[in-house]
């Protein structure tokens, strides 16, 4: 009789830790990089967004895809510039990219628009050498999800 009871109190427990678990939801690497999320890897970048976007969607999203990072001061990286690839025949499906690049692209002096046959939208982000250091599909972004994470992330053209 012991015996049934323990085995059934371990059933609980183990049904208990696996629901606690799956409230921490991972994705598959290709899962995230759909939702656009191929570069954002830390989680404190996640908590970066968070602060600059207001979408809790895209926040939860970006958690499901991040790895914690130890060192805070990684929410600080910031970048030389960026080049926003796009595929130009492809632009027509992305009203929202197209709006950044004629709408507020300008106000980002080291940011490049690069047209390359069948790219997904993606920002490629540059160092001081230009040397790209992380590349971040933004496929499903808004325009002011852009706007929002270039001023983050980017360096004004006056600090380089």
């Known amino acids: 009789m012991g015996g ?12 208990w830790v696996g629901l606690s678990s799956a409230s921490v939801e991972q994705l598959s690497t290709r899962e995230c990089e759909n939702l656009g999320f191929t570069g954002l890897a830390l989680c ?8 600059y976007v207001k979408d809790q969607e895209l926040v939860s999203d970006c958690k499901k895809c991040c790895t914690e990072d130890s060192n805070d ?29 004629e709408e507020e692209k300008d106000r980002f002096p080291s940011v490049k628009v690069q047209y390359s046959f ?28 852009i706007l929002q994470f270039l001023q983050g992330k980017v360096k004004p053209k006056s600090a380089i």
């Open 44 to 51: 404190s970048d996640c908590n970066s967004l968070a602060d």
């Open 118 to 145: 069948n790219s997904p939208p993606k920002l490629i982000m540059l160092d001081d050498a230009g040397e790209h250091k992380e590349t971040i599909r933004i496929d499903n972004w808004k325009q002011e999800h």
């Open 4 to 15: 049934v009871w323990i085995a059934t109190a371990l059933v609980v427990v183990v049904y």
């Open 73 to 101: 001061s990684m929410t600080k990286i910031t970048y030389s510039g960026a080049i926003l690839e796009v595929c130009m025949r492809k632009l027509v499906f992305y009203p929202e990219i197209v709006a950044f690049i």
